[in-house]
């Protein structure tokens, strides 16, 4: 829900009493909607995002940290011109609009006092941010708008700053005063409206979830008309907006986040007061925090879908263009399957070259091959001698062997490139956060999955693969060019790290006997915990051939509990493609994940096999269905 009039006047009072006579010391624009004042009250640090962002428009104080661009903006540099060193007076709104007026007091070139104006105007698309002088003229706006735009209101430099339309609608204090008197305050101009409707188009500062956190207090469906309410309707709803209204003017705010289940993260909405509309609610400190907390996480979230999209789509064409190869390997191989008969009709042809007739296009030999030694027809070219003829079928048994060999080699390196980018796309189901995307696009680039790479491989796909003149592939022309698009990590040019980038460390559980379970967040992860961290005493789990995670239980030899194992297999069948999309498959069909575990000394990674590749042996089974290990306790990384 976007800030309503009553929440703004909340926010108004909040910062006005804790940010009172604050000085503004560093002013930033990190992005092109977005004001950061950074401000100095005695002993502390406060940051002020102020943001007209049509999709997310607020003022709020914020702990989020943000990139500042080296170039300041124009705007941003005429704010520092004229708030740089001012003391913050007042934070006000007029009458529960969703408009903050900031009162600076700051001097001149000359060393003379003067006030001036920040103004941000929270009206969704229409919303912005406008420094005014002493004489309430616009010195500048982060957004322009002139008459082309609005001939209601201008909003251009050296123009008197005009509030926007009036609303007409009845204040809290308003409508107390009218229930007091025992006037009709709905009026009768909404009397064939929609309850909620009615109260949003005759309370100022309401939202629709005010408006219908009003109907459902009073018990009233917020979609009969007014006309339709009987006189103790009429009577619960009176009471009801007495209530709220006396909150409001007594200034009695309860700052809530709600949710939409009890262990939710981000919250679905925040408003001043408390409101029972929410079936899961949290108390707030103050407003700000709420809004810093809904924007932040909501923000986080969008962040983590987006690079999870891009990701995705990344792997999703080097997924297409491994399958492709795969296929047109495949075809390589049917067509080398027909090497030997080649090489039967070029002996077959030698071994009756007297029974072959001048420009004859097929040759009824004897098959000496077969004991009963009977006629079989054999297609010849004409105009070629049976001698050409041999050597024709020679040729062809030869390039379909060539075929053949390299249609098995290299179908063989698409099968282990799309094992591999199904374990990556696994890998990203399961990341949880923004560290978890980051690693795995550290190992994508690493092993050549970058855009750059992956629009090359898409022109090459478009440009279709070459073909000899009969019609057939040219064997081995994939392997002739080295394949750039997965490239060993080892075989790569070093970079030179950052110093301050350090690997994630593994997730981390406690079993119920009280035993560490590490789990992998990716396929480089997964090597180093294997191979590197586990000792050779240690459980390693993993689902059986399928993608998913490595999984270590810290025996510290000691015999593992049999609950134990059966917590470390179903974690590793939840971090499994099994635990995701094929979950719900499973489940309902009654049957179980297999999932593998054998000492970390059985387990052995192949010379040049990709990250997260190993093999195993002396191995057992368990069939466990995945479980969400965040049910056990997650240790203290």
Request: with cysteine; net charge positive; aromatic share 6%.
């Amino acid at each position: 829900m976007p800030l309503d009039g009553i929440t703004a006047k909340c926010l108004a009072l909040e910062l006005n009493k804790q940010l009172f006579e604050a000085r503004v010391d560093k002013i930033q624009q990190p992005e092109r909607h977005d004001i950061l004042l950074l401000l100095r009250q005695e002993n502390r640090n406060v940051r002020l995002l102020l943001s007209a962002n049509p999709s997310s428009p607020r003022l709020h104080m914020s702990d989020e940290i943000r990139e500042n661009p080296s170039q300041p903006p124009m705007f941003c540099m005429l704010l520092r011109k004229h708030l740089s060193g001012a003391r913050l007076l007042e934070v006000s709104t007029p009458d529960y609009e969703r408009i903050f007026n900031l009162r600076f007091l700051t001097q001149n070139e000359l060393g003379d006092r003067m006030e001036k104006r920040l103004v941000v105007e929270i009206m969704g698309r229409h919303s912005n941010i406008i420094l005014l002088n002493q004489d309430n003229v616009i010195l500048d706006a982060i957004l322009h708008i002139d008459e082309s735009i609005s001939r209601v209101r201008e909003v251009m430099p050296a123009r008197p700053y005009v509030l926007p339309p009036a609303q007409h609608k009845l204040t809290p204090r308003q409508v107390l005063d009218k229930i007091d008197q025992g006037d009709e305050w709905l009026g009768p101009t909404v009397q064939f409206k929609a309850l909620e409707k009615a109260l949003l188009e005759r309370l100022q500062g309401f939202s629709p979830q005010l408006c219908h956190e009003a109907a459902v207090r009073a018990g009233i469906d917020g979609r009969l008309r007014i006309e339709q309410l009987e006189d103790a309707d009429r009577g619960r709803l009176n009471r009801v907006v007495m209530d709220l209204m006396q909150k409001i003017v007594s200034e009695n705010f309860s700052p809530s986040t709600y949710y939409d289940h009890p262990d939710a993260v981000i919250p679905i909405d925040f408003h001043a007061l408390s409101l029972q509309s929410f079936a899961f609610g949290k108390s707030e400190p103050s407003v700000s925090i709420a809004m810093d907390r809904y924007y932040l996480e909501r923000n986080r979230q969008n962040t983590i879908k987006q690079k999870r999209q891009h990701l995705d789509r990344l792997l999703t064409q080097a997924l297409d263009h491994a399958v492709k190869k795969l296929r047109i390997h495949e075809k390589d191989i049917e067509q080398g399957k027909k090497s030997e008969r080649y090489r039967y009709y070029g002996d077959l042809i030698l071994a009756n070259m007297h029974a072959v007739e001048e420009g004859a296009d097929k040759l009824l030999a004897v098959d000496y091959y077969d004991p009963d030694q009977p006629q079989i027809e054999i297609p010849l070219q004409p105009g070629q001698s049976g001698a050409q003829n041999a050597q024709l079928y020679f040729k062809r048994y030869n390039k379909a062997k060539t075929r053949l060999e390299t249609g098995t080699k290299l179908a063989r390196q698409d099968r282990e490139e799309i094992a591999y980018l199904e374990s990556l796309k696994s890998a990203l189901v399961n990341a949880a956060d923004l560290d978890d995307l980051a690693a795995l696009h550290q190992e994508m680039n690493q092993s050549g999955l970058s855009k750059k790479n992956m629009r090359r491989l898409k022109e090459e796909a478009n440009e279709g693969p070459q073909r000899d003149l009969s019609g057939g592939q040219k064997p081995g022309k994939a392997g002739k060019k080295k394949n750039k698009a997965y490239q060993q990590p080892g075989k790569q040019k070093k970079r030179k790290k950052r110093e301050d980038s350090k690997p994630l460390p593994p997730r981390k559980y406690k079993s119920s006997d009280g035993l560490t379970i590490l789990v992998g967040r990716n396929n480089l992860q997964n090597d180093q915990l294997t191979l590197k961290t586990a000792q050779k005493d240690d459980i390693w789990l993993h689902v059986q051939k399928m993608p998913g995670t490595h999984v270590i239980i810290r025996t510290e030899k000691q015999d593992v509990p049999d609950q134990t194992l059966l917590e470390a297999a179903e974690t590793a069948a939840w971090f499994s493609r099994a635990g995701h999309d094929g979950q719900p498959a499973v489940i309902a069909s009654g049957s179980k994940i297999p999932v593998d575990y054998c000492p970390v000394s059985h387990v052995k990674k192949p010379s040049g096999a990709k990250p997260g590749m190993v093999i195993y042996e002396h191995y057992q089974t368990l069939f466990v269905t995945p479980k969400d290990p965040h049910a056990l306790s997650e240790s203290d990384l």
